[in-house]
Nanobody
Framework: QVQLVESGGGWMQPGGSLRLSCAAS????????MGWYRQAPGKQRELVAA?????TTNYADSVKGRFTISRRKNTVYLQMNSLKPEDTAVYYC????????????????WGQGTQVTVSS
């Protein structure tokens, strides 16, 4: 059993900052990559940022220079600066990892999502 628990969402004025956290727990053997996706009303879920076990990062063009993804052990963070109204969405944590069972099993897991609202 694996759980991804997000925290840190909320409301912020344009230009402000928020920091999201996502902690992975359970019978985890290894985490290959973790990332953040978001889904705005009426839109498809999109990748915001991702980080591999080697520290390689990838960002959506719309957040480059404003958002920073980082990871410490089984927790991934998303520092969001210079927030814009178009950043309003539900943000989901995602992880590619291996679960310890009788034999290790690789899988992709999602958190429950946290709402981020940017408005004045």
């Amino acid at each position: 059993q694996v759980q991804l628990v997000e925290s840190g969402g909320g409301w912020m004025q344009p230009g402000g900052s928020l920091r999201l956290s996502c902690a992975a727990s359970g019978s985890i053997f290894r985490i290959y990559a973790m990332g953040w996706y978001r889904q705005a009303p009426g839109k498809q879920r999109e990748l915001v940022a991702a980080i591999t076990s080697l520290g390689t990062t990838n960002y959506a063009d719309s957040v480059k220079g404003r958002f920073t993804i980082s990871r410490r052990k089984n927790t991934v963070y998303l520092q969001m600066n210079s927030l814009k109204p178009e950043d309003t969405a539900v943000y989901y944590c995602n992880a590619d990892l291996v679960v310890i069972t009788d034999t290790p099993v690789a899988g992709n897991y999602w958190g429950q999502g946290t709402q981020v609202t940017v408005s004045s």
